[in-house]
């Protein structure tokens, strides 16, 4: 038995209503506990800001495409090297850090919980062996379906039933976590060199639309009871003008789950354009605000981007090449079979260009229009829109107007008539901060009930102490003192035991890999069905009995069985 | 006992559908494999136990004696090289790499002399690739620029390619053409629909006349480029930007050549040029069987996908300098840990000759040709056919080997797991 | 000051001595200063016999002088951003990586990646350089942005690959490959060389000697007389690489 006492706490845990109550946090063996003996290790956290561990709703730290980004950067694995010292491994990287660097600058900020925000499920495998390698963080992975073609299949013969059965399988057979959806259509179309340019467009070959594999993803989401909802990057990431498919999109969803959103929709930030190039690109982040204001049923996330360079990753494989025929770096695509795409190229977000100023703006503005913090998460789609380590610097800007000014004083001067944040008056408070980065997140992934993302009794011990006073602290002013508090906790806390102190890991790790096993009848377990089978042997090139990710892969798996409503 | 679906351990092409007939601790028969895979499953010149060099003769020693011995010459080299890593699986890869942050070594894999070049190529212009059921199910133009699958990479032909029926090609004999580039004729090129013969040396320019042709400078172009006709060129590119999906795949005859990586550099320039007009693909013909799995896992956990060197602390990554040829060439290291590879059949006289100066050490099933330059050799289990683990196919797709009995070896793994932890030990956390 | 570093013997003489911290600015500190050999660090008194001669109170007052075996020295003079440096023999790799002020003479030969990605300042190498001298890093788009570097020898392949901005002269014959990927600045190289600027996309190389194996995706836009300084040359004027965009020009003397 291990326990441990924090003491002084200012606690601030809105999954359970309390906001900057001094009090002691009790843990046994990992868990939050209501008391513990007088035996228990004690740290005082001497009144500082006390949070459940950081939640990262979308992240792109594991897998085959983020790999691939640090194999491909040599230039940016060499900004960022430390060397092995105690327990910590050597780490590489600024953008794309190794997985241990990832794991500890994640660590040191004070995250406990991350989502993978891609996985392909052919190459689930790969994204289970570097979750193991990123031992400080629980881990998830987002399973992809945009262009699967069982369930293109099943969703042009309307059979909500026979798609939701396919996911079981995929889902179990990768140990994902979640539904995702890049780009639907998009990425089956790449497959030739091409894309879909709305969600009404058909995907070549299928038959269907993207509109029809939303919706249906999201009715067969709640047939399996899933803990997540779908997790959709739109169609038409990064054009102009995209706003309207982002706002036909959510006109798209039905309310379905009392206790979260219907669909979340990641990097809101990069479908937020008005306009019709480059040059007449605005802001359209009052209009997709009014519908997610107007639409209870949704979740965003900002995808936020910072000035500087790092490198985009994503599976919609479509639009890196669009983005590589703007910037003409360096370009790599990866389309599987089968199931989707990927590409990667690195970028430099310039203060210089009006275009990434708007989009600089659009991420914020999405934050401070959305009337309920519990419906906007806080993230730059690491390292899409900034590597995580600029967190701190977005919370100090949603935090206080005054750094906001002096940041607006520096973009480009267009940019001011085309966005709408110089009129935002708008400062966040350390509740809704809170909120932001790890209670909504938890709440939106479906895993308060496995202990994440709060601090009641019976929760996971993942707890942040950041050295920050916030009675003593104006973050409207005196922002460079939040940005170093979150930048830096005074302890991380993972179940029950202290992994990181004052930025630097005192021991080695060993995460969990949470996943989602929806239990189906028989009848709709697809190893059986014959048609499945048969276009799975002739089409892919590994063999289905090699297909699913073995259980050694997760030494320390923890497993969502759901019971499917089938 | 009869064993379905195995993974055949040999090339990068990891087919998984092998049928395995088991007896005991023999292979007795490999159903569905190419040649070079029966011979992998069946073939048995295995090393009984560890064995260490006195002089001109060699003696048996216990496992543990030679672990020992192992963590204490790299314990006292100022300059060790871990070298090989691609015969073996990820998880004993992943050792490998801790070690060498933990003993400040150089640690390299084999694709220092072979697809080194199309790493650094990548480096500078990223790569455009997809996984082969993308080729299988959706080209109808193939390119192999300097390889030579049907002896190299026997199935790669009818698994992935020229003879693979796919989802949206249905008749893959008849509707796919096949592009052959090479210095020779090969029995690849021999059932072209269009062979390229290149004067040695040639492919740079070839492939800048072919991204000049497609960029719509075709009258620039001199009428014979490297042995090449200028209207076979223009032939060339008009079929590849008329493909509906095309896929190149290129061998050790564009990486190896001269220009190296500038050669597969223009060819991904050429494969992004492509892009405009089609679907165009690109990929690298890996050889052994996990030499892409030992790029992932460097690469993972230090940042770079080979040639990595650790005597700083931070991890350091420069081809030419920290790249096991030019390292030995140098005479540089003073100690070198061999894991599942034979460089001493691969490497220049001159590499051999200091790989054999010093204390080198062998982990590997089989007597080869560096057992001779070896200090001592620990035999281990072979991955895949009585160990088991990750390997990443050639497109990247990992999957797990199988292990098909139980073997009287511990598996390499292990073993490394025990030197790790003596240098743990003495270097401290 | 001057400050003399003179090799001393060594056990294993082939192990690469790691010595960044070979700059002239270190040195107003004191003799106190590590190096690498191998994954051992040492103090540059375990390598070097040491003498100091005068002050200095800034950097650029600093004059070091390599003397000895220091041809498996490496990265001697990154960073730098005064001074002076003086190798008497041969240098290992990366001498001058990254310095953007100052100056190196290496009176005998320099191993590969002379100058890699320097910014400013002056190396003059009077025997031969390796391969990559005034290269860029791997994966970086830009390599040498500034300064001069000039070889009285022979450079080895891929000199003055990624070259975007300075000038880099090489009196001797260049490899293959030279100027690959060129951006801009300018190379000249009074020798031989084959394949030059593969892929440029800007910039200038001059030729005097002969070129081998011309690539095929250079357009001759005919003989013209070029000013060098300050004399007339005749040269024959190539556009390229039109494999990529086309912008950089090749000249070959005739």
Redesign the interface.
């Known amino acids: 038995m291990s326990e441990l006492l924090i003491r002084n706490a200012c606690v601030i845990d809105p999954l359970n209503g309390i906001n900057g109550e001094i009090m002691d946090i009790s843990i046994r063996d990992g868990r939050i506990v209501e008391e513990v003996s007088g035996n228990a290790q004690v740290i005082d956290a001497a009144g500082c800001l006390t949070l459940p561990g950081g939640v990262d709703s979308h992240t792109h730290v ?1 897998g ?1 495409k983020v ?2 980004g ?9 900004a960022g ?4 010292n ?2 910590m ?5 600024y953008s794309v ?5 990832n794991s500890y600058r994640y660590s040191n900020m004070g995250y406990t919980t991350l989502l993978e925000g891609a996985m392909a499920p ?2 689930a ?2 994204t289970h ?2 979750f193991t ?1 990123t031992p400080h963080q629980d881990m998830m992975a987002n399973t992809l379906f945009d262009g699967n ?1 069982a369930i293109m299949e099943a969703v042009r013969d309307k059979d909500v039933r026979r798609t939701a059965a396919v996911v079981a399988w995929y889902l179990k057979a990768a140990r994902g976590f979640a539904i995702k959806l890049t780009n639907p259509g998009g990425t089956e179309a ?4 091409e894309d879909v340019s709305g969600i009404h467009d058909t995907v070549p ?1 299928f038959e269907v639309t993207p509109a029809e594999i939303i919706g249906t993803m999201i009715r067969a989401n709640e047939v399996l009871r899933l803990p997540h909802s779908v997790h959709l990057h739109c169609n038409n990431l990064g054009v102009p003008g995209n706003y309207q498919t982002t706002l036909d999109t959510i006109g798209l969803v039905p309310d379905l789950n009392k206790t979260r959103q219907s669909l979340y929709l990641t990097h809101v930030q990069f479908h937020s354009y008005g306009g019709t190039t480059w040059r007449d690109i605005d802001s359209k982040s009052e209009e997709i605000c009014k519908a997610v204001n107007n639409t209870p049923q949704v979740t965003i996330d900002m995808g936020q981007i910072m000035f500087g360079r790092t490198t985009t990753m994503t599976a919609d494989g479509p639009m890196e ?1 669009k983005l ?1 025929m703007l910037h003409r ?10 199931e989707t795409g990927s590409g ?2 690195p970028v430099y977000y310039f203060r210089k260009s009006m275009v990434n100023c708007v989009m600089w703006a659009i991420g914020l503005e999405l934050a401070l229009l959305t009337k309920n913090p519990w419906q906007c998460l806080l993230s730059t789609d690491n390292p899409n829109g900034a590597p995580f380590v600029k967190y701190p610097e977005i919370i100090a800007l949603l935090m206080s107007k005054k750094l906001r000014d002096q940041e607006c004083a520096l973009l480009e001067p267009r940019t001011e008539h085309h966005v709408p944040l110089f009129a935002i008056d708008r400062e966040l408070d350390w509740n809704e901060i809170a909120i932001m980065t790890r209670s909504a997140q938890a709440k939106a992934l479906g895993i308060r009930d496995i202990g994440k993302g709060h601090l009641a009794p019976g929760a996971e011990a993942d707890v942040a102490i950041y050295p920050l006073k916030t009675s003593e602290i104006d973050p409207s002013t005196q922002y460079q003192q939040v940005i170093a508090g979150f930048s830096r906790t005074k302890f991380t806390i993972k179940r029950g035991r202290v992994v990181s102190r004052n930025g630097e890991v005192i021991v080695d790790g060993a995460n969990s890999t949470i996943w989602v096993k929806p239990k189906v009848p028989e009848e709709y377990n697809l190893s059986n069905d014959p048609d499945f089978v048969r276009k799975f042997q ?6 289905m ?2 297909y699913p990710v ?1 259980d ?1 892969y997760l030494p320390r798996g923890v497993c969502i069985e759901t019971e499917a409503d089938l | 006992m009869r064993i379905e679906d195995v993974i055949c351990p040999f090339c990068g092409c990891l087919c998984d559908d092998l049928v395995v007939e088991v007896q005991g601790t023999t292979v007795v028969s490999v159903e569905n494999g190419c040649t070079l895979a029966h011979e992998k499953f069946t073939g048995d010149n295995r090393l009984q136990a560890p064995i260490k060099r006195d002089g001109r003769t060699w003696h048996p020693v216990s496992y543990d004696e030679a672990i020992e011995t192992t963590a204490q010459i790299l314990l006292e080299a100022d300059r060790p090289l871990l070298y090989g890593w691609s015969g073996t699986n990820g998880e004993a890869q992943s050792i490998g790499v801790h070690l060498a942050e933990l003993l400040g070594a150089v640690i390299d894999n084999t694709s220092t002399v072979c697809h080194g070049p199309s790493i650094m190529a990548i480096q500078e212009v990223g790569h455009p690739g997809c996984t082969l059921g993308q080729v299988k199910n959706r080209a109808d133009v193939i390119v192999y620029w300097g390889a030579n699958p049907i002896e190299a990479h026997p199935r790669h032909m009818s698994r992935y390619t020229t003879y693979a029926d796919g989802f949206f090609v249905k008749g893959a004999f008849l509707e796919r053409k096949v592009i052959v580039a090479d210095v020779r004729e090969t029995e690849t090129s021999n059932i072209a629909d269009e062979f390229m013969h290149i004067e040695p040396g040639g492919d740079y320019a070839v492939l800048s006349a072919l991204r000049a042709i497609v960029r719509g400078k075709a009258d620039i172009i001199p009428s014979y480029v490297s042995g090449v006709a200028r209207e076979q060129l223009v032939r060339v590119a008009e079929m590849c930007m008329n493909a509906k999906f095309g896929a190149i795949f290129f061998g050790l005859g564009l990486t190896m050549s001269r220009g190296k990586y500038k050669n597969i550099r223009n060819a991904v320039e050429l494969t992004e040029e492509l892009n405009r007009f089609t679907k165009f693909t690109i990929s690298p013909m890996r050889g052994h069987w996990n030499v892409y799995g030992s790029n992932e896992v460097f690469t993972w956990i230090s940042g770079y996908p080979f040639a990595v060197d650790f005597a700083r602390g931070i991890a350091f990554y420069n081809p030419g300098e920290t790249t096991s040829i030019d390292i030995l060439r140098r005479g540089e290291c003073d100690a070198c840990l061999v894991v599942a590879s034979d460089p001493g059949a691969h490497f220049p006289k001159q590499c051999c000759r200091h790989l054999a100066e010093i204390p080198t050490i062998l982990i590997d099933p089989h007597v080869n040709v560096t057992t001779h330059l070896s200090h001592l050799q620990i035999p281990v289990a072979v991955t895949g056919i009585d160990s088991e683990g990750t390997a990443y196919r050639m497109d990247g797709v990992p999957i797990r080997t199988r292990m098909l009995y139980k073997s009287r070896y511990p598996s390499d793994r292990e073993i490394l797991e025990k030197i790790y932890q003596i240098v743990l030990k003495e270097k401290g956390p | 000051m001057k400050v003399i570093l003179e090799t001393k013997p060594r056990k294993k003489p082939r192990i690469p001595i790691e010595a960044e911290t070979i700059i002239p600015q270190n040195f107003l500190r004191g003799t106190d200063i590590t190096v690498f050999e191998g994954n051992k660090e040492r103090v540059l008194d375990d390598l070097f016999y040491i003498s100091v001669e005068g002050p200095a109170v800034s950097p650029d007052q600093v004059e070091i002088i390599l003397r000895g075996d220091t041809g498996m020295i490496k990265r001697v003079g990154e960073y730098m951003n005064a001074g002076r440096i003086v190798v008497e023999g041969d240098i290992g790799m990366h001498c001058g990586n990254f310095m953007s002020a100052g100056e190196i003479v290496i009176q005998g030969n320099a191993d590969s990646w002379l100058g890699r990605e320097m910014r400013g300042g002056k190396i003059t190498c009077l025997g031969n350089a390796g391969h990559y001298c005034a290269a860029g890093y791997r994966g970086e788009k830009r390599g040498v942005r500034g300064g001069r570097i000039e070889v009285m020898g022979n450079a080895g392949d891929f000199t003055a690959e990624y070259l975007s901005g300075g000038e880099v002269r090489i009196h001797g014959n260049a490899g293959d490959l030279a100027g690959v990927e060129l951006r801009e600045g300018t190379l000249v190289i009074e020798g031989s060389c084959s394949r030059p600027c593969g892929n440029m996309t800007g910039g200038t190389c001059m030729v005097f000697g002969k070129i081998n194996d011309l690539l095929p995706t250079f357009k001759s836009l005919g003989i013209k007389e070029v000013d060098f300084e300050g004399k007339k040359v005749r040269m024959e004027i190539f556009r390229g690489d039109v494999a990529n965009r086309g912008k950089g020009t090749l000249m070959r003397a005739v």
């Open positions: 594991c085959t790999n691939f640090r194999y491909m950067s040599p230039e940016d694995m060499r090297r430390t060397a092995r105690g327990c491994h050597v780490t590489s990287g850090p190794t997985t241990f660097g052919l190459e495998r790969h062996e570097e390698a073609w790449w497959g030739w060199g070959n090449f590589y770096n360096k370009w790599s695509n990866h389309d599987v079979e089968l990667i190229i002739e089409y892919y090139t590994v063999r009995s090699n073995q050694v």
